[in-house]
């Protein structure tokens, strides 16, 4: 059984389609990160850097205890070598994924979720920011783009590299991006999008950047102005 601590964030969600993909037993434990809950000691004990989202694999393929993981691209390799699916065992194989993935927590969430703040939920509009980010943003866009122009997924097979980035891709237009621009781009998105598991993970959630709920004073500093003496 798999505990995941979940919010309906893009990190989140990549969790929510890899376990409806794999049809992994599940818990899903809501964190609310508007109160704060995220910043719990119990989280935090599972997540220290006290961010969504976390879980705990109740039976790892050891037999040991309990195992703890934060960070959803440590997730994503740590249940696709679990069960053996959506990373190739192949040296080559499982390095090109691993090259995508890395490129996604590494780029494309960071650049996407900044265009994202900037754009949608800053008190204030900040010119420069919004121009730096989304222009990096659709930068970023343009290299999956070129990488999909003769594949069918980004790294061979169906794969946690897809996992990871689509979720990423989903609030195009509260980052300022048009998928028109993106032929093959937006051909992978839409096949992704189809894909049963990905519609039953995203039941009942609302993009964040593209349709926002209102955003409360305290909420704003919960989410946006917690530093580490807080």
């Not at 659709?138 to 290299?143: D, E, F, G």
């Not at 594949?151 to 237009?173: L, N, Q, T």
């Amino acid at each position: 059984m798999i505990d995941l601590y979940y919010c309906g964030t893009p990190n989140g969600l990549k969790m929510t389609v890899f376990l409806e993909e794999a049809q992994l037993p599940h818990r899903i434990i809501k964190v609310d990160i508007g109160k704060g809950e995220q910043f719990r000691p119990d989280f935090l004990a599972i997540s220290p850097n006290g961010k969504i989202p976390a879980m705990i694999d109740h039976a790892p393929a050891d037999g040991g205890e309990p195992i703890a993981l934060f960070e959803s691209g440590a997730m994503l390799l740590y249940l696709a070598d679990k069960i053996g699916r959506f990373l190739p065992g192949d040296l080559r194989g499982r390095n090109e994924v691993m090259k995508w993935l890395f490129w996604q927590v590494g780029g494309l969430g960071p650049m996407a979720g900044q265009i994202g703040h900037f754009n949608v939920y800053a008190p204030e509009k900040v010119p420069y920011a919004i121009e730096r980010y989304a222009r990096e943003t659709s930068r970023l866009y343009k290299v999956l783009n070129t990488r999909l122009a003769d594949r069918e997924f980004i790294a061979g097979d169906y794969s946690i590299a897809d996992m990871a980035c689509y979720p990423w891709i989903v609030p195009h237009k509260g980052h300022r991006q048009a998928l028109d621009d993106h032929p093959n781009l937006k051909r992978w998105f839409d096949a992704i999008a189809r894909r049963p598991a990905v519609i039953r993970a995203y039941a009942g959630t609302r993009d964040s950047y593209s349709s926002p709920k209102p955003v409360s004073d305290a909420e704003r500093r919960i989410l946006f102005g917690t530093s580490a003496g807080s």
